[in-house]
């Protein structure tokens, strides 16, 4: 009878070490290379300390070390095109007062105007949250496009405030 081999892991997860840590989340990998430890599994290497093989030793060092990974890649992700992503807000912010300044000056254009940046924000919106993506450079437009709408509503937000005072 042949055994099964598999050259890469296969990741389980396991629940939170107590009910109310809903967010802690025990990594632990099958190893089904034909090499086995005590009981089969073996630590996930990202959660391991970074001298030696000892994993950490402790759940709360296990904890701890997971919290600092994820907010580390939290980071870099917010890190990632950070120019680009504060140029689109600062142009939605621009584009918005714009639109207020020059097309308001008539009044006949108003609700058109306003028909028209809904419809552009939650046409933007539909594509961000609801549309599966297509490609990943399509992902990465759709991402940018909504980091100018947040820049146009807070710009509209702004100028209603103006008007308010």
């Known amino acids: 009878m042949a055994a099964f081999v598999c050259s890469s892991p296969i990741l389980l997860y396991y629940p939170p070490i107590r009910p109310h ?9 099958l190893r089904t290379d034909g090499a086995s430890s005590s009981n ?3 630590e996930d290497p ?14 709360l060092g296990q904890l701890l070390e997971a919290r600092r990974i994820d907010l580390l890649e939290r980071f870099r992700e917010i890190r990632r095109n950070l120019p680009l ?6 142009l939605g912010f621009y584009s918005a007062n714009a639109l207020a300044t020059v097309l308001g000056q008539t009044g006949d ?6 028909a028209i940046i809904v ?3 939650e046409g933007i919106g539909f594509l961000m949250y609801k549309m599966p993506p297509v490609t990943e450079k399509l992902r990465f437009l759709v991402r ?10 807070f710009g509209l937000f702004v100028d209603a405030f103006k008007l308010g005072s």
């Open 21 to 29: 840590q809903r967010s802690s989340i025990v990594t632990r990998t």
């Open 40 to 42: 089969g599994f073996s």
């Open 46 to 59: 990202l959660r391991r300390r970074g001298s030696g093989n000892n994993p950490i030793s402790t759940r």
């Open 85 to 90: 992503k504060v140029f689109l807000l600062l």
């Open 109 to 114: 254009w108003d609700v058109l105007v306003a």
């Open 119 to 121: 419809a552009v924000i």
């Open 144 to 153: 940018m496009l909504n980091y100018w709408k947040a820049g146009l509503s």
